[in-house]
């Protein structure tokens, strides 16, 4: 029963954690902050994207925190970071600070 709870607790904690914030060593990247910001915590990210569509921009940083650690996929639009997402774990080191 403590198990289940445990793991159970784990599990909200991730999904929370992801919603709110992207931790990098001990700095917090939240919603709305600028890509300048995201890079001066977080440093440059394993991979970009850029979608554009019906005339918007959208960048996704991706950064892959090694393989105990879920990737973190970072949506900008209009310069500002607009949602946080968890993705697979990672693979190899841990790159993220």
Request: aromatic share 10%.
């Amino acid at each position: 029963m403590r198990i289940t709870f445990a793991l159970t607790l784990a599990i909200l904690l991730e999904i929370n954690s992801a919603a709110y914030g992207f931790r990098c060593g001990t700095e917090l990247v939240k919603i709305r902050d600028t890509k300048l910001e995201v890079l001066e915590k977080c440093g440059e990210p394993t991979f970009k994207e850029i979608i554009k569509t019906d005339g918007l921009i959208v960048e996704k940083w991706y950064y892959d925190c090694g393989a105990v650690r879920f990737i973190q996929i970072l949506t900008f639009s209009g310069g500002a970071l607009q949602r946080i997402e968890a993705g697979n774990y990672g693979k190899g080191p841990d790159r993220c600070p």
